[in-house]
DNA sequence: GACATATATATGCGCTTTGCATATAGGTGT
DNA sequence: ACACCTATATGCAAAGCGCATATATATGTC
């Protein structure tokens, strides 16, 4: 962890950015450039592109997505991607995964906030 | 990414894993092999020691937690950590964090799973 | 005593990931 | 010619991470 996200709001990186994108290819194909515009629309602070092109490669290299070129428009050639079966999968296990991460934090930060300490409480209350 | 992680089922890391180490010492103080154990039985494979101890150490130079030394047990010294307003701050900021990740992800997966594509679908279905 | 085992923390090594800057290239506008 | 926007890619240094290993205290057992 670096010292930004300590303090500030945190971003989307590694597996959870992975999803992400997975979940904006879902039934739609897309480019990084459009892609990494969406992210930054989605709420979340100015996205660094090489990084998300780099993971976009990754991503097909472990078969998440596919690619195609594009240059039925005007401008530079464009990658465009779609999911593949591999990455509609990923996506569930993910979601499923951070329900339970989600579950997990929640319950363990409401049961020692707001209710007096279970029986077996071993440490007791912070003492500081 | 690694391989595993494509088809598998994901553990924390990162961010995450700070997160979750932050939950189990809110209200409570605990030492880095009873949070290993803990983490196991909220149902996470078998954690690597080595990173969680290493992964405390950076949040308390982050200020995230703070660490006492406990003799008063047999045994091996122990390095109990206690959670930081910093913690708390970060915890918090993390479980808003994803919750806006999560309802991003479903709001997609839904849109693109169960209904007919919006008016501005500029790109189409999925060809392949 | 000698030895294995459980508890508890820490570190070295190598691979991967990541942020930042930079490169490359096609197209538009002045 | 020049600046600017779109679009993708890569080099480099730093950080992160898994795995093995080291260190130290106590218990049990031969």
Known sequence: ???????????????????????LLKGWSAYGYELAHRLEEAGFGEMNKGSIYRLLRQMERSGLVSSDWDTSADGPARRVYSLTDAGNL???????????????LEQLAALAGGLTPPTANRKGPKKS
């Open 90 to 104: 990923f996506l569930n296990n993910w979601l499923a995964f951070l329900d339970a991460h989600r579950r997990g």
């Open 1 to 23: 962890m670096n010292e930004k996200t300590t303090a500030g709001a945190p971003r989307p990186s590694g597996d959870m950015l992975t999803a992400h994108l997975l979940a």
